[in-house]
């Protein structure tokens, strides 16, 4: 199991940015966000293999990027072009194995969860 904890929550005009970090206890070979509005199915929106690979969701593709410090503590989300659409928790996700492109994006495959942090963007 890894020890994830999320910061970087807040609220936003749309337009804006914001940076989402995951403190990991670890690295595993897929690293994700995840993110759940109220009333929706939780949604993977971007994943990162342990040797670069990375995988986006449609939605949010060319306005958040995944990538990790060099020592690999921590993930980040960074988000840009924020639509009141993106309002939700995020959630980081740690998996054993990554399973490619579009798998990378399955929540049943993590097994390791972080609490949350919730975004919120206003019109």
């Known amino acids: 199991q890894v020890h994830l904890v999320e910061s970087g929550g807040g609220s936003v005009q749309a337009g804006g940015s914001l940076t989402l970090s995951c403190v990991a206890s670890k690295f595993t070979d897929s690293m994700a966000w995840f993110r759940q509005a109220p009333g929706k199915e939780r949604e993977g929106i971007a994943a990162?293999?342990?040797?670069?690979?990375?995988s986006y969701a449609a939605s949010v593709k060319g306005r958040f990027f995944i990538d990790s410090d060099n020592a690999k503590t921590t993930l980040y989300l960074r988000m840009n072009n924020l639509k009141p659409e993106d309002t939700a928790m995020y959630y980081c996700a740690a998996g054993d194995v990554w399973y490619g492109l579009i798998e990378a994006l399955r929540g049943p495959l993590y097994n390791s969860w972080g609490q949350g942090t919730q975004v919120t963007v206003s019109s």
């Open positions: 990162l293999a342990y040797y670069g690979s990375q």
